[in-house]
């Protein structure tokens, strides 16, 4: 069975850092591109940042360009978003999604307030 | 950047009704249309990919059809299950999610 789980998340001042984890089991984690995707509290979902299989490509929106980053350890089957420079609209549900995406985590909360 | 409109944003059907929602990407996106549902709390559940590839163990009361820029999701006979928030994904440049439709129980 697929499973993703975040963990990490949490509430943060405005400027600070954040790493969030999402640990994969159940398929082959390094044959798979994986990405981020978030939902702010009452609104709809958007894409963040993916990783290809192999953490040689990634790509971002351009609203966390030089402030978030994503990568994987394929030893570890564990996908990661190092997000720096926290802004109170980074605040939101963070999934872990596999592929189309066709699986996704249960999310993990990132709160961003002073 | 491709946009998705999605429509109905709420939509109140009853049991056995035959409902439709809608995605219209601002380009052309080869039919990379997928579609999701999301049940509050949980996480989202993949039920249509490449706009009409039924996901395994998913009822076939779901299709979906569409090309170019119009999609379509249908839910031929209400369940009592099935009421929950759909939307739709493209992924054919990056990822852009409509923005849901929420099914009520009328």
């Not at chain 1, 998340?9 to 994986?34: D, E, H, I, W």
């Not at chain 1, 979902?45 to 994987?72: M, N, P, Q």
């Not at chain 2, 999301?38 to 989202?44: D, F, I, M, S, V």
Request: aromatic share 12%; hydrophobic share 30%; with cysteine.
């Amino acid at each position: 069975e697929v499973q993703l789980v975040e963990s990490g998340g949490g509430l943060v001042q405005p400027g600070r850092s954040m790493k969030l984890s999402c640990a994969a089991s159940g398929f082959t984690f390094s044959n798979y591109g994986m990405a981020w995707v978030r939902q702010a509290p009452t609104k709809g979902l958007e894409w963040v940042a993916t990783i290809s299989y192999d953490g040689s490509s990634t790509y971002y929106r351009d609203s966390v360009k030089g402030r978030f980053t994503i990568s994987r350890d394929n030893a570890k089957s564990t996908l990661y978003l190092q997000m720096n420079s926290l802004r109170s609209e980074d605040t939101a549900t963070y999934y872990c999604t596999r592929g189309g995406p066709d699986y996704w985590g249960q999310g993990v909360m990132v709160t961003v307030s002073s | 950047d491709i946009q998705m409109t999605q429509s109905p944003s709420f939509l109140s059907a009853s049991v056995g009704d035959r409902v439709t929602i809608n995605c219209k990407a601002s380009q052309n996106i080869n039919k990379y249309l997928n579609w999701y549902q999301q049940k509050l709390g949980e996480a989202p559940k993949r039920l249509i990919y490449n706009t009409n590839n039924l996901q395994t163990g998913i009822p076939s009361r779901f299709s979906g059809s569409g090309s170019g820029t119009d999609y379509t999701l249908t839910i031929s006979s209400l369940q009592p299950e099935d009421f929950a928030t759909y939307f739709c994904l493209q992924h054919n440049s990056f990822l852009t999610f409509g923005s849901g439709t929420k099914l009520e129980i009328k």
